[in-house]
């Protein structure tokens, strides 16, 4: 559920016009609604009441100060994956002991400000990278609390692009060499060894994926206590899926009980690391249609925003519904659009084919479910600028990254001296 609703004709976000928004702000630019996201964090957090869980929402998703100060003032932790991203989740109070750190490639500089900050983990990739944080704590007195990010080898069923658990994918340790590494890992000076990581892919629509992966690290915690080694984390990533168009998804509920019935009787303390079912519907592209042009076997609308605002449907051919901002009087008046932005390529588009109420120039139209990876992946391709995050709380809205335009982008740049 999200609270992003027509009232009389017009979409609002809680309780203020989304027209208003455009008056005072430019199209386009992304919205969210704080009290859409406090219910998927209160959601989830109902779906794992029963076991002990620490919630670390993954800053990739939506990295704005202010949505991560949302979630950590419920309670959240927050998983990272730079030290850009750890600034940010440091900026909007998360606590450092509430902040987890993945990702592959981790550079020196990175993992020694981490071990500095002294965060709850690192979820360690690679035998090289442990090596090497190793020598970095070892070096600062700091005996580093890390988990071992497994591969599982697990089929997420999911875009290729985002999915992570097969052994052909450059995330984790094989699982079959993980015991091995852990058991290194407990002989090293620079770090302490609690547990196990997996994350096996992102917007995942079937939990069978997840019962295989979660499956193969129950064997594995087995393996490492019949060693005599200590576990006592299991950070299970993130990965469930939200309803981009009418097909279901499992609910976080389903999910929660999924990791009951599986691991429950583990005695560990888990981490998640939810990202998209957090931020997804919870925020808006709102764009302004500028043409619309007829070419021989279709029509375009042209809007305003494109691409480099919001990848994921040139990137993934992902599906994101759009929706007038004024509701339309005449459902009837269906028309087939190609929706398309001004950048110079034909893959600039959001959506062939579809069916909308008939569009005009200046007409405003919102993409739903772009709060998760929206704008943390904008660019300024074709020298555009950066736009704007609204947040709405209740009949208030505030900028929350106000738009950079180009004049500053170009200030960012220098000419060489023999050129000046
Ligand atoms: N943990 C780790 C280690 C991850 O790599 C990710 C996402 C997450 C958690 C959060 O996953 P979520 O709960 O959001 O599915 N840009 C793509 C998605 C990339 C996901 C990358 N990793 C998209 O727009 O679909």
């Not at 990295?63 to 991203?85: F, H, P, R, Y």
């Not at 490492?224 to 939200?242: E, T």
Request: hydrophobic share 40%.
């Amino acid at each position: 559920m999200d609270h992003f609703q027509y009232k009389n004709g017009a979409l609002f976000a809680e309780d203020v016009a989304l027209s208003e928004i455009a008056k005072e702000v430019g199209t386009p630019f992304y919205v969210y609604s704080q009290a859409t996201l406090e219910r998927h964090y209160e959601v989830f957090a109902e779906a794992v009441k029963d076991i002990d869980a620490t919630i670390c929402f993954a800053v990739k998703a939506n990295s704005n100060i202010a949505v991560i100060k949302t979630l950590a003032d419920l309670g959240a932790g927050a998983d990272v994956v730079s030290v850009g991203e750890l600034k940010r989740a440091l900026k909007a109070g998360v606590p450092a002991d509430r902040i987890v750190y993945s990702g592959v490639g981790k550079s020196r500089s990175e993992l020694e400000f981490a071990v500095q900050t002294g965060i709850r983990q690192i979820n360690v990739e690679s035998e090289e990278e442990l090596e090497l944080l190793s020598e970095v704590a070892a070096a600062h007195d700091v005996r580093m609390p890390i988990v071992l990010r497994v591969n599982p080898d697990v089929d997420a069923k999911t875009h290729a692009k985002i999915s992570t658990g097969k052994s052909d994918n450059k995330f984790g340790i094989d699982w079959t060499r993980a015991v091995e590494v852990y058991q290194r890992a407990s002989n090293m000076a620079g770090v302490a060894p609690k547990g196990l990581a997996c994350h096996i892919g992102s917007q995942l629509t079937d939990l069978e994926p997840f019962r295989a992966a979660f499956r193969r690290m129950k064997e594995m915690v087995g393996e490492l206590r019949g060693l005599g080694l200590d576990v006592s984390r299991v950070d299970l990533g993130g990965g469930l899926g939200i309803p981009y168009d009418e097909r279901e998804t499992p609910l976080p509920i389903e999910y929660g009980k999924l990791v009951v019935e599986e691991l429950g009787d583990l005695n560990v303390e888990f981490e998640f690391e939810p990202g998209r079912m957090i931020a997804g519907n919870a925020g808006l592209l709102v764009s302004e249609v500028i043409y619309v042009k007829k070419a021989p076997s279709k029509t375009f609308a042209i809007i305003d925003s494109a691409m480099n605002d919001l990848m994921r449907p040139s990137l993934y051919d992902a599906y994101h519904a759009i929706v007038p901002l004024v509701e339309a009087e005449h459902v009837d008046d269906m028309q087939s659009y190609d929706i398309v932005g001004p950048i110079c390529e034909t893959g600039d588009t959001f959506a062939k084919d579809r069916q909308l109420t008939r569009l005009e120039s200046g007409d405003l139209i919102a993409f739903r479910t772009s709060g998760a990876y929206g704008a943390t992946m904008s660019n300024t391709y074709n020298s555009r600028a950066l736009i704007p995050e609204v947040m709405v709380k209740g009949d208030k809205f505030a900028v929350i990254r106000r738009r950079i335009e180009i004049e500053e982008q170009m200030d960012m740049e220098s000419l060489p001296d023999w050129q000046s």
